[in-house]
């Protein structure tokens, strides 16, 4: 298999005196009718360069650990794929050796041409056909879920398709985020939720289990890790359709 991780929030933390609130109108423009990322002007970017000098972004150490037993087996292929932008280059240079991240990926890819994010992320996942990727940006995870970028209709029966898949993937969004905001102890694994009707025309089942740290088989006890998978389905002209997100939890 072969999986992608990205590095801030995966491996590393983010300023803890910053609220996540604030991050995201920092990243992401706001009221956007599609995702963009702000390119930050100079001076900003020099703001930034600060924030992402190690003192203001610890190790997660337990998820370093996992990477490194993940390459001691050698079982994945591992990528790092990370969107930050080129004039953080030497800051991220430095991080990734301070903390012996680097040697633990058969490849990196980074972003230091400064293309989307999630554009970038998409070619990527695509080209080294990546089967997992790992990143705690949720509406980046939506955007390579859809398998492609912006969709531009030729006909409205297109239109109508695209609309009701960007749907679903949103109703698939929601139930994961509802999750992701239950501390670790309290999402019940080995549980399957019943497949039900969200809207019309609209049905979803969310299934958890424990996830082995090796093999990222589904694991019969808890390890420290669960994966939340939540099927999202809807007609289509063709027939039923299907919208599957999932997410790996650990528990810190």
Do not use: C, W
Request: proline fraction near 5%.
């Amino acid at each position: 298999m072969n999986i992608g991780f990205d590095l801030d929030g995966i491996f590393i933390g983010i300023p803890p005196f910053i609220p996540s609130v604030i991050i995201d109108m920092l990243y992401r423009k706001q009221n956007a009718d599609k995702l963009i990322y702000r390119y930050p002007p100079k001076i900003e970017q020099y703001i930034r360069k600060m924030s992402h000098r190690s003192i203001f972004r610890p190790a997660f150490e337990e998820n370093i650990a996992f990477l490194k037993k993940l390459a001691k087996n050698n079982t994945h292929k591992r990528y790092l794929i990370s969107g930050r932008f080129g004039f953080l280059k030497k800051e991220t240079d430095v991080i990734l050796k301070k903390y012996g991240i680097s040697k633990h990926f058969d490849k990196q890819l980074l972003n230091y041409n400064n293309h989307q994010p999630h554009v970038f992320k998409n070619k990527v996942v695509k080209k080294y056909n990546i089967h997992m990727h790992v990143d705690d940006d949720l509406p980046l995870l939506v955007f390579l879920a859809m398998g492609v970028g912006q969709i531009f209709p030729r006909a409205i029966g297109v239109n109508r398709v695209a609309e009701k898949s960007t749907r679903a993937t949103y109703f698939a969004q929601a139930e994961l985020e509802t999750i992701l905001a239950t501390e670790y102890v309290s999402i019940t694994a080995d549980t399957t939720y019943p497949r039900h009707t969200i809207s019309p025309g609209y049905d979803r089942q969310t299934v958890v289990n424990y996830i082995d740290p090796v093999t990222l088989a589904v694991s019969s006890s808890d390890q420290g890790l669960k994966r939340i998978t939540t099927t999202v389905y809807y007609q289509s002209i063709s027939g039923e359709r299907t919208v599957v997100l999932s997410v790996i939890i650990a528990n810190h």
